[in-house]
């Protein structure tokens, strides 16, 4: 069963390889050289159509520093339904456009054409697939940021951040030829954002790194399906505490729910809603 396994997963390895080659020679470019500015900036172009919930609270405050330094500059979201609302809430982000996580080629051409010139576009993910490098074509960006160390119109290069291991992008990592890794960066999601604003030109003591307060002072004062978000004491703020993710290895074990919660009963007064 070992072998069937492993020769299945070679099999798909050899597939995606060959039609991201494909998308490549179709729709890749080089990019146009110029230094990039963080000033200069007219419409950024953040790619988000697969993310979840969390991803879009980790990603606000990027979207928040990016139109404090460059207010010119109009921040568009490519969202799906699930968290479109979430953007649609930070006043520093100009417009959402709903785009299936899957779109057909028409598809992608019309959101294309809906968004006009795009001075920086941002997808960070390791091998980007045809529909998306069809976008990036289409869009031609002077400057793009992904984790695809492959292309040539990535101007940015954010993959040399981060360390590449087999199973998944973060974490220890595979070691450089010379057996010595220590010289290399594995930059957690948020801080290759905020590393992109530095490239940029900002220097990175006048970013600020705290997140962003969703919906702030949008709840309703009273209804009984906001009742579980009040807490029973008065004047006493609410923790919401969600442990599990989009899959099993994202998920936190029952061992550490129960000692995360240990610790916030003991830390904390507050209200807390798992």
Known sequence: ?????DAKRAAIRLRDAARHLLGRIRYDFRSSGE????????RAVIYRA?????????????????????PGC???ILSNPGTAEIYRSAPFIDRVIILPKKPRDRETDETARQIGECDLYVHLFEQLKNRHLRLISRLHPKWAATLDRSLRCDSLGMSRFTIPQEGGLWGSGDRSADGDDSSRECLHIIDLLFRILELGGIPAGDIDRSYFHLFAGRIPASGPEFNFLRSPKPDTQTII????????SRRLSERCMIRILEMLLRETNMHIVL
Do not use: H, Q
């Not at 069963?1 to 396994?5: A, G, K, S, V």
């Not at 609270?57 to 330094?69: G, H």
């Open 1 to 5: 069963m070992t072998l069937i396994f």
């Open 35 to 42: 230094v990039f500015a963080v000033s200069c900036l007219r």
């Open 50 to 70: 697969d993310g979840k919930i969390g991803d879009a609270i980790c990603f606000l405050p990027f979207f928040r520093e990016l139109k404090r330094f460059s």
């Open 74 to 76: 109009e921040i568009l």
């Open 241 to 248: 505490f969600n442990p599990y993710g989009a899959s099993s």
